[in-house]
């Protein structure tokens, strides 16, 4: 494998995504790593994002705007930019809810007219160490297949519609879909996928922000032609809403069932968390052909929480083994 800094590219969205990229962009700093682009799930309609979306008829910024102050500098700079990104009025007037970096990205997206360029503009300004692009240029909703919400038929399919509604399910996502089906994946990022050396899916919410890019017909195409090895870093643990029940092995599973093509290089998991499910990830892992990484990546104290440093550590010893 080569010793030289490498190319990559990470999907996700919201505070997984957020993770992963604190994480490489320690490896950024060290030289590991010379080029990263953050590919961000575009579907969220709540909060300030999904206001925005239903106002201005945008993209909806937050999952964006969480990545750029993932990719700001641990410098008094950096910080002080990444907290004003993410800072969150307050009071009880209209603008209560808001948060100033989806403003400021909503509003060079009015002045420029160009989603990218406004991007990289921020990521300038914020002195970000990478690259933040979305998934898509196209505003489109998440819909999913759901099983258990009509008690007298249990296995009976109901479809839910929108981010927010499928991550706060009560039943079991059976699938999940885009609507438009072929959203216009952004061509930028798409072509940091076919030049990538490594590209990077999860951690997050794994139906609404990590599988979504999976469902974008162009980016799917990417990720299984492209010669970039593919890390898929498994949660912590199940998501109420979402994963309820799911140990390691189901998230690989569900993977597979909605981009079957996908060949991945390796698996990151925390060691701890894995637990007595250690015996069916090392099958479903074994099975795909894939490396089965065990790593200590979670937090102290029990939260479920991936902890940047050690992510970071991990990381390079996948990417760049001494």
Known sequence: ????????????????????????????????????????????????????????????????????????????????????????????????????????IVGLWELLGDPVDALDRVGRLLGAKGRVLPMALTPMDITAEVRGLVPEAPDALVA??????????????????????????????????????????????????????????????????????VIVVLNLGEQLGETGGFGPADHLAVLAEHAPQLKVH?????RQSVGDDLADLQHVVAASGAELVLDDIAEDGGAPRHDPARLAAAYARIIDPQ
Do not use: K, Y
């Not at 390796?266 to 925390?270: I, R, W």
């Open 160 to 229: 839910v519609r929108g981010q927010v509604e499928v991550a706060t399910t009560e039943g079991v996502i059976s699938s999940i879909a885009l609507d438009p089906p072929d959203p216009q994946a952004c061509p930028e990022a798409v072509r940091a996928v076919e030049e990538a050396d490594w590209a990077v899916l999860g951690p997050g919410s794994w139906f609404t922000s990590v599988i979504p890019h999976l469902m974008v017909p162009a980016m799917r195409a990417a990720l299984v032609g492209t010669d970039a090895r």
């Open 1 to 104: 494998m080569s010793q030289r800094a490498q190319s990559v590219v990470a999907f996700g969205g919201g505070h997984g995504l957020h993770a992963s990229l604190q994480a490489l962009r320690r490896l950024v700093d060290d030289l590991t790593i010379d080029e990263l682009t953050a590919v961000v799930t575009v579907a969220d309609n709540g909060g300030s994002s999904g206001r925005l979306r239903g106002e201005f008829g945008v993209l909806p910024p937050g999952d964006l705007r969480m990545a750029l102050a993932a990719l700001c500098g641990d410098d008094e700079w950096g910080t002080t930019w990444a907290e004003v990104l993410q800072h969150r009025f307050a009071g009880d007037g209209d603008m209560r809810g808001h948060v100033v970096g989806n403003l400021l």
């Open 266 to 270: 390796a698996v990151l998991a925390d």
